[in-house]
């Protein structure tokens, strides 16, 4: 069964550095691209990167551009988000999904339930 | 990278069928066959139920089917039932190896 657990969220400061990590287990991580979506609370969803299994295709969303950076690190099943200067428009669960294939195209196949970033002062 | 549009509410009753459209550009939806759409109920992550316009993942309903058009893509839930009353958001691949997602639609089932 595919396992996706995302860790890192919390309330944090305006202009703050954040980095969120997810674990995968339950298939072969580096055959997958993966990739970060987002949910402000009571709103829909918002692509933010996405990488390929080899992470030679790496992918931003305009308006998180500049700002933020995903990696993976196959040897360890995990899948990283780092974001900068981080802003109130910012406060939203983060989510990791595996995708459908290694490259960046595929659906988005698996879910986790999130991690919570709340930036405020 | 515009959001596709999606109405914000549909319903219908037990047993009917009811379509949900997601209306993109030549960029995206109109350039692939790469739309999926996902059912989410509050608090829950989204479930993927369509997948490449018409593909149906292991495990979902044949009620639910997709299709496509231009650049409108449709999903058709058919013999609706109570537990389909939820969210259900489209995404669609884009020429910028972007993917962009709808806002969203709240099916009632009454």
């Given amino acids: 069964e595919v396992q996706l657990v995302e860790s890192g969220g919390g309330l944090v400061q305006p202009g703050s550095s954040l980095r969120l990590s997810c674990a995968a287990s339950g298939f072969t991580f580096i055959d997958y691209a993966m990739h970060w979506v987002r949910q402000a609370p009571g709103k829909g969803l918002e692509w933010v990167s996405g990488i390929s299994w080899r992470s030679d295709i790496i992918v931003y969303a305009d308006s998180l551009k500049g700002r933020v950076t995903i990696s993976r690190d196959n040897a360890k099943n995990s899948l990283y988000l780092q974001i900068d200067s981080l802003r109130a428009e910012d406060t939203a669960s983060y989510f990791c999904i595996k995708a459908g294939g290694g490259h960046t195209r595929y659906f988005f196949d698996s879910w986790g339930h999130g991690t919570l970033v709340t930036v405020s002062s | ?110």
Avoid: M
């Fill in chain 2, 1 to 110: 990278q515009s959001a596709l549009t999606q109405p914000a509410s549909v319903s219908g009753s037990p047993g009917q069928s009811i379509t949900i459209s997601c209306i993109g550009t030549s960029n995206d939806i109109g350039a692939f066959n790469f739309v999926s759409w996902f059912q989410q109920h509050p608090g829950k992550a989204p479930k993927l139920i369509i997948y490449d316009v018409t593909n149906r993942p292991l495990g979902v309903s044949n009620r639910f089917s997709g299709s496509k058009s231009g650049n409108t893509a449709s999903l058709t839930i058919s013999g609706l039932q109570a537990e389909d009353d939820s969210y259900y958001f489209c995404t669609s691949y884009t020429v910028a190896y972007t993917h962009v997602f709808g806002g969203g639609t709240k099916l009632t089932v009454l």
